[in-house]
């Protein structure tokens, strides 16, 4: 059984003292995991690096939540991902233990909660593209622009002139790009016939 500790300093940050004050008492760990975050990037590798490592019957130690997850949803699927290899996380400032009934209920309840934001913040959504395509506004991303001889690309790879490839790279497209606006134009592809002449 090894038991790891994990902490995470912000951009600024590079004292790790206060959270050390938290993990001290729990005695010898084999190894602490220290991320530092940046401005330009947030991944968590060292995290990642401890979450492979893990073994049934390991323990993980945060200080915090906060220092160990960035939102819920990431908290509940690193949780997750320690549960489901058989080890166990200790959240020191929350108390949170899920090594012990309340903790492992604490986890359930959790779950349940995201869940309910999940399906609050998906049908929130849904409302807001329902009302913007009500008003005229567009949804995604803009149209591709075609350039002004497309039709004509377009009839040569219909005609088996040239192949798709050929068609997107002379229309400045990506291949599925050009097929979808050749298909809206009405164009077809080449039938075998016509490709083998």
Not at 46 to 61: A, C, I, N, T
Not at 114 to 142: C, L
Request: glycine share 6%; with cysteine.
């Amino acid at each position: 059984m090894a038991r790891y500790g994990y902490m995470k300093l912000d951009v600024e940050e590079s004292d790790v003292s206060r959270q050390a004050l938290l993990l001290d008492p729990m005695g010898d760990f084999d190894r602490i995991f220290v991320e530092q975050s940046n401005k330009n990037s947030n991944k968590r590798d060292q995290r990642k690096r401890m979450l492979s490592m893990l073994e049934p019957g390991d323990l993980v130690f945060a200080a915090a939540a906060d220092r160990f997850a960035d939102n819920s949803r990431d908290f509940l699927i690193s949780a997750d991902k320690i549960i489901s290899s058989g080890a166990e996380l200790v959240l020191l400032q929350e108390n949170l233990d899920t090594r012990s009934p309340s903790g492992r209920q604490a986890m359930r309840l959790l779950t349940a909660f995201a869940e309910i934001d999940y399906k609050w913040q998906s049908d929130r959504k849904k409302q807001g593209i329902k009302q913007a395509r009500s008003q005229g506004r567009r949804i995604g991303r803009p149209p591709v622009a075609v350039p002004p001889d497309f039709r004509r690309i377009c009839e040569e790879w219909s005609d088996g002139k040239i192949n798709g490839q050929e068609a997107a790279a002379k229309s400045g497209l990506r291949s599925t790009s050009f097929y979808k606006k050749a298909a809206e134009l009405g164009f077809k592809a080449p039938s075998r016939h016509r490709r083998n002449e």
